[in-house]
């Protein structure tokens, strides 16, 4: 069992800088592969970021969302038991409120599936301004 706590959302100008930051309970953290994903006002919830481990490469893989990708990364501690979204030059069609997500059994095909991920946090409101 795993249990998540989204944190460092907030209000920030277009243009600015926030990194998410989710805590997770569990001693199989390692083990999970992690996702973010955002839902606005009206829309439905969408897949942001992930990784995963990946057996032949022997390393997280990270994926992302069209939207974000070269703007956001998404990083883990492992040590930490902790997993970051690191958000860069926001928009104001990023705010949502940001939940975390884990996986036992995510694969590459499915990151975006919300049906893959067996935990979420509460998530964490971020407001961009213009």
């Known amino acids: 069992q795993v249990q998540l706590v989204e944190s460092g959302g907030g209000l920030v100008q277009a243009g600015g800088s926030l990194r998410l930051s989710c805590a997770a309970s569990?001693?199989?953290?390692?083990?999970?592969?992690m996702g973010w994903f955002r839902q606005a006002p009206g829309k439905e919830r969408e897949f942001v970021a992930a990784?995963?481990?990946?057996?032949?490469?022997?390393?997280?893989?990270?994926y992302y969302a069209s939207s974000v990708k070269g703007r956001f990364t998404i990083s883990r501690d492992n040590a930490k038991n902790t997993v970051y979204l690191q958000m860069n030059s926001l928009k104001p069609e990023d705010t949502a409120v940001y939940y975390c997500?884990?996986?036992?059994?995510?694969?590459?095909?499915?990151?975006?599936?919300?049906?893959?991920?067996?935990?979420w946090g509460q998530g964490t409101q971020v407001t961009v301004s213009s």
């Open positions: 997500a884990a996986s036992s059994t995510l694969a590459p095909a499915y990151v975006a599936r919300r049906d893959y991920y067996d935990f």
């Open positions: 569990g001693r199989t953290f390692s083990s999970y592969a």
């Open positions: 990784n995963l481990w990946s057996a032949g490469l022997q390393y997280y893989v990270p």
